[in-house]
C-alpha cells in the first residue's frame, strides 16, 4: 500500500457505476446477460467520480484532457497506442493494466469523401472510417475493453451471437487473451470473409438454422446456465470502448463539432455509444454543443424506423428482417431504448433506404477511393435522404460512420459490378443508374492491343 499525502496526485481513472436504463437503480454487479436485477432493463456504465463538490474534478479538465490525449499520440507504451486506451480517463478503471487485451485498434482516419459530396450535393463531407480497426470494423474499439474485463474476472469462455463482424472481432481478442470464444451465427447470412475470420481466430463457430434474432435468444439460454462471458453489445463495456470513435472525431475536427453524424441501425449500439461520448464530452465541458445525430436503417430490417413512425417511441417493433446488408439484418435491436434517448437529446432523426440506394451508396464510396461493408453505405444512401427532406443543408458539414472494411463482403461487391445482385428485379431507372456504377472485368486475349483497345473505348 502506498502512503496517501495531501500532495499525492489525484487517481486517473474515475470510478464507475452500472446504473439501469430504465428504473435508475444501481447495480453492483452484473448478472450473466447485463440486464438489470430490480426490472430487467439495460444497463450503462455512469461515473459520478468525475465530478467533486466543486464541479468536474481539476484532472479532468478540457486542458489537461485534450492535451493528455494528444500527447499520448507520440508515446510507444501499448496502452497509449491503442487508440481506445489513450482516451482512458473515460473509461472504467481497470484494476490491471497488465491484462488489456489490446490489438491497437482505434486511431482510424477521417476522410474527405469528395465525389459522394457532389453526388449529394452536399459541401463537406467526412468518413469517419471504423472499417480500418484490427480486424476490419467498429467492433474492436468496444471489445478490448468487454474482453479485458472478462479476462480480468477470471472467465476461461466468451461469447456472442454475430451478423459476422462482432464474431470475428471477439475470436481476435478472446485469442490475443488465452481465451475460447463460441460464436453463434445465422446459417447462411453472413459474408465469407468475416466467418472466415472466426474459423482463423480459432472460435467455435455454430451456424444455427435461425436468424440472429434467433442466435441472441439461444445465446441468452446458453450463458444463463454455464459460466460463459457474454461479449454482445448488452455488454455495456462494450459501449465504452465504442464511444472513443466520437473522442477521435472531434480531435480530428481540433475539438470543432461537426452539423450532423449518420450512423448505421442494427443492434442499435454504435449509436447508443456516439451518442453518449457526446452527451459527456458535452457534461466535461470538452464541447458545447452536440452534432446532430440520425440513424439509417435498410428498409427491411427497420426496427426502429416503425418504433418511432408507429409507436413514436413507446413500444419496439419487432420486424422479420432481410436485407443484402447482412450486418445489420436485425429485427429486435436490444439498445433501442439508449438510441432513442440519442436521437432525442441529439435532435437526429431515423430513415430507411433500400437496396439499390444501399449498393448505389457503397459503389460511390468505393469510387471515392475508401470503400466500404454494404451496412456502411446506408449512411450516404440516408444522407441523400436527409438532403431532400431539407433535414440536413448543403452546406453543413456533414460525418459518415463507415463501420466495416470493403473487404468484408467482396460477393457483394462482385456481384454488383458483375450486374448479378439484383438479377432483373430492378426498374429502368434504378438499372441505368446500377450500369453507370458497375466496372466488370473485362476478358481479353492475350495481347497489347486487345488492351490498348479496350482503355481506348474506355478513354472519354
Ligand atoms: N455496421 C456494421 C458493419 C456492423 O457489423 C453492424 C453490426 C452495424 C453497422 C450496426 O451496428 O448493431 O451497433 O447498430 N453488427 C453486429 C454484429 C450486430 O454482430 O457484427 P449496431
Known amino acids: 500500500m502506498t502512503d496517501q499525502t495531501a500532495s499525492a496526485p489525484k487517481p486517473q481513472q474515475a470510478p464507475s457505476q452500472l446504473r439501469c436504463i430504465g428504473c435508475g437503480a444501481i447495480n453492483d454487479w452484473a448478472t450473466q446477460n447485463f440486464r ?50 489513450r482516451f482512458r480517463e473515460i473509461l472504467p478503471a481497470s484494476p490491471d493494466w497488465q491484462t488489456i487485451i489490446s490489438l491497437r485498434e482505434g486511431n482510424t482516419p477521417l476522410y474527405e469523401l469528395p465525389g459522394c459530396a457532389r453526388s449529394a450535393g452536399i459541401e463537406r463531407l467526412y468518413g469517419k472510417h471504423q472499417g480500418m480497426n484490427p480486424t476490419g470494423s467498429f467492433k474492436d474499439t468496444g471489445m478490448t475493453v468487454a474482453a479485458s474485463v472478462a479476462r480480468q474476472q477470471g472467465f476461461r469462455w466468451v461469447a456472442c451471437a454475430s451478423t459476422g463482424n462482432t464474431s470475428a472481432s471477439m475470436a481476435a481478442y478472446a485469442a490475443r487473451g488465452g481465451m475460447r470464444s463460441l460464436v453463434l451465427i445465422p446459417e447462411g447470412q453472413i459474408s465469407w470473409g468475416k466467418l472466415s475470420q472466426a474459423l482463423d481466430y480459432g472460435a467455435l463457430t455454430c451456424q444455427l438454422k435461425t436468424d440472429f434474432d434467433g442466435c441472441v ?70 464541447i458545447s454543443t452536440l452534432p446532430r445525430i440520425s440513424i ?21 417493433v419487432r420486424v422479420q428482417a432481410e436485407t443484402m446488408a447482412t450486418a ?25 433506404v433500400g437496396e439499390v440506394e444501399i449498393a448505389l451508396a457503397k459503389a460511390e464510396i468505393g469510387a471515392d477511393g475508401i470503400g466500404c461493408e ?41 456481384k454488383f459490378h458483375r450486374g448479378d445482385l439484383f438479377s432483373g ?18 476478358v481479353l486475349e492475350a495481347s497489347a492491343d486487345a488492351v490498348i483497345g479496350t482503355v481506348g473505348k474506355f478513354s472519354t
Not at 468525475?50 to 493528455?68: C, E, F, H, M, T
Not at 440516408?382 to 431539407?390: I, R, S, T, V
Not at 428485379?425 to 473485362?442: G, I
Request: charged letters at 20%; one cysteine or more; aromatic letters at 6%.
Open 36 to 85: 438489470c436485477t430490480s426490472c430487467g432493463d439495460l444497463l450503462e456504465i455512469i461515473y459520478p467520480g468525475w465530478k467533486s463538490a466543486d464541479g468536474i474534478q481539476a484532472n479532468l479538465s478540457p486542458v489537461a484532457l485534450r492535451a493528455l490525449w494528444r500527447q499520448r499520440k507520440t508515446s510507444a507504451l501499448p496502452m497509449d497506442e491503442s487508440g481506445v486506451w
Open 217 to 286: 435468444q439461444v445465446l441468452n439460454e446458453v450463458v444463463q446456465r454455464t459460466p460463459i462471458y457474454l461479449l454482445n453489445s448488452v455488454n455495456p463495456y462494450r459501449i465504452e470502448g465504442q464511444k472513443t470513435a466520437a473522442l477521435e472525431l472531434l480531435e480530428q475536427f481540433d475539438w470543432q463539432v461537426p452539423d450532423h453524424v449518420i450512423v448505421p441501425g442494427g443492434n442499435l449500439a454504435n449509436s447508443s455509444a456516439l451518442g453518449k461520448a457526446f452527451l459527456e464530452m458535452k457534461d466535461l465541458g470538452l
Open 296 to 316: 439509417i436503417q435498410a428498409e427491411g430490417a427497420n426496427p426502429l424506423v416503425r418504433t418511432i413512425r408507429e409507436t413514436a417511441g413507446k413500444e419496439l
Open 328 to 352: 445489420i439484418r436485425i429485427g429486435n435491436p436490444a439498445s433501442w431504448k439508449k438510441a432513442l434517448r440519442v436521437l432525442q437529446a441529439a435532435g437526429g432523426t431515423v430513415e430507411q
Open 374 to 414: 454494404p451496412a456502411s453505405a446506408v449512411t450516404l444512401a440516408g444522407l441523400k435522404k436527409l438532403l431532400k427532406q431539407g433535414f440536413v443543408q448543403p452546406n453543413q458539414t456533414v460525418v459518415l460512420i463507415l463501420t466495416g472494411h470493403l473487404l468484408k463482403d467482396p460477393e457483394f461487391t462482385l
Open 425 to 442: 428485379s430492378t426498374k429502368e431507372k434504378e438499372a441505368r443508374s446500377l450500369s453507370q456504377q458497375q466496372r466488370a472485368p473485362v
